[in-house]
């Protein structure tokens, strides 16, 4: 008993050596865990010094908000330079959110797949998530490569014909009309004139201005050249990132909600996360669907000129398919230029041509756009047209595109904040309900249309007389 009591004291003693030496070698045992922050809320002092604080912070905000006003251009100046940085990102993110459809969709058909397969689970995850993202970017660069091998050679040929042509099919057009307006009339003298000032006005700007453009653009073709080499650095560089992105969205996706409801309480964070799910679904399905859209009208166009034999026919769909991503407007911004060149070609097909493309635009308004686009956005006419025009004020191409899914954002967010308001004053929050003969009473009371409006004092005097 004595030998075993020994050896076990001999135990204990060498598992207390051992704590004492792990304690040592621990920077400290308590505050090496990581404490608790607000136990008991906000200290006297801080309650007392908390309105002369925000009185502070007031307007030392105001100060620097004012000094950053004088300093404007240097500000905008370092913003242009972290923009010209982060360009890389940029395109790396808009990439990523294009893309990230269809590896949704090639994930959730090659995933279960796998995983029937594959013991390891999280392996089969990520060769499926792997595979998905190759095969999203091996299509998006053979799509570019494809329109750029075909486009550039045909547009560059159709443009060059159309600065040696134009001015000859002009001086043809004018020439036709003259002989059409033999009889020597006012009418007749004016629209020759008209057309003789057009034609010249035409030729000189093709000579004084389009030409010495081009010569210019020759001329510095070092810097053009050191200038696109840039943007396409900066494009694979965005490829490249945009993998990133999209093999780690989960995590970007849960750190980001992490830091909101750190930063916010729970109602407000809610209320973010829910309008960033919101955002994403106006911009994705808009965006993705528009672009789907023009590039299906774009070919449309193709095939049908093709059939038709219109000069410019690659020229003309690239200006048709580029501009149907423009809501609205877009059709008629590429068909009128598209329209002009035909016409100066050959007038008759330039009548066929304005023939299809209504065609084209009926067929893209009543059948293609609705199926893909749908109702993302839910405005409607007016408030479209609204935003194109204040957008495209503003930003000109981008705006006048991003222009629509952003007022739906902000149209979405006004709607709510008035549809709970109604709510909490026990009101309807259906705009149907709100015709010519409902009303709410002075109690706060709505009336609906179906209930008898109470007549006033004087109608009942008037009854009773």
């Known amino acids: 008993m004595d030998e075993k009591a020994k050896g076990s004291s001999l135990f204990m003693s060498r598992e207390q050596d051992n704590s004492k030496k792990d304690k040592k070698n621990e920077p400290n045992g308590f505050y090496s865990r990581r404490p608790v922050f607000g136990n008991k809320g906000p200290s006297l002092l801080r309650q ?10 007031v307007i030392a905000a105001s100060i620097l908000f004012y000094f950053a006003l004088l300093r404007l251009p240097h500000l905008s100046e370092a913003f242009g330079k972290v923009y010209h940085v982060l360009k890389p ?30 013991k390891n689970k999280r392996r089969a995850k990520g060769i499926a998530r792997g595979t998905s993202i190759f095969v999203a970017v091996a299509v998006m660069l053979f799509i570019v490569i494809t ?52 034609t010249n006005y035409i030729q000189n700007w093709m000579k004084s201005y389009l030409l010495p453009q081009i010569n210019t653009l020759m ?28 093999f780690s969205k989960e995590v970007f996706a849960k750190q980001a909600k992490k830091v909101i409801y750190a930063l916010f309480n729970t109602s407000h964070a809610n209320m973010i996360l829910h309008l960033t799910i ?5 911009f994705g399905g808009f965006l993705i669907g528009k672009i789907i859209d023009s590039a299906i009208i774009g070919v449309i166009c193709f095939a049908g ?76 006419v007016f408030w ?44 309807p929050t259906e705009t149907a309900a709100y015709g010519s003969q409902s009303f709410v009473d002075a109690n706060g009371n709505y009336v609906s249309s179906d209930r008898e409006i109470p007549k006033t ?9």
């Open 48 to 57: 007392k010094f908390s309105n002369g604080m925000t009185f502070f912070l």
């Open 457 to 465: 004092n004087d109608e009942k005097e008037k009854k009773e007389e």
């Open 305 to 380: 000129l093709t059939i038709l034999n219109m000069p410019y026919t690659l020229l003309v769909s690239v200006i048709v398919g580029v501009t149907n991503i423009i809501p609205f407007f877009g059709p008629y911004i590429g068909a009128v230029p598209s329209a002009i060149l035909i016409l100066l070609a050959d007038p008759r097909k330039g009548l066929y041509f304005v023939i299809f493309i209504i065609l084209l635009q009926q067929l893209d308004g009543n059948i293609i756009g609705p199926k893909i686009l749908g109702d993302y956005t839910g405005l409607s």
């Open 147 to 198: 329109l750029f091998n075909m486009m550039i050679p045909e547009l560059y040929r159709s443009i060059r014909d159309m600065i040696l042509t134009v001015p000859a099919q002009l001086n043809s057009l004018v020439n036709q009309i003259t002989e059409m307006n033999t009889k020597d009339t006012t009418i007749s003298q004016l629209i020759n004139s008209i057309l003789q000032e057009s």
């Open 89 to 118: 990102v940029l395109y790396g993110c808009i990439i990523a959110f294009l893309l990230n459809p269809i590896v949704k969709f090639l994930e959730k058909h090659l995933h279960p797949f796998l995983d029937k397969k594959m």
């Open 219 to 246: 001329s510095n073709l070092t810097v053009g050249v050191i200038s696109v080499v840039s943007e396409l650095f900066n494009a694979v560089l965005g490829i490249i990132i945009s993998v990133y992105i999209l």
């Open 278 to 282: 919101k955002s994403d679904y106006i």
């Open 384 to 427: 479209v047209v609204f935003a194109i025009l204040l957008g495209g004020g503003l930003f000109g191409f981008a705006g006048m595109v991003l222009g629509v899914p952003t007022f739906a954002v902000i149209y979405y967010v006004i709607q709510m904040l008035i549809e709970n308001r109604l709510a909490k004053k026990n009101l």
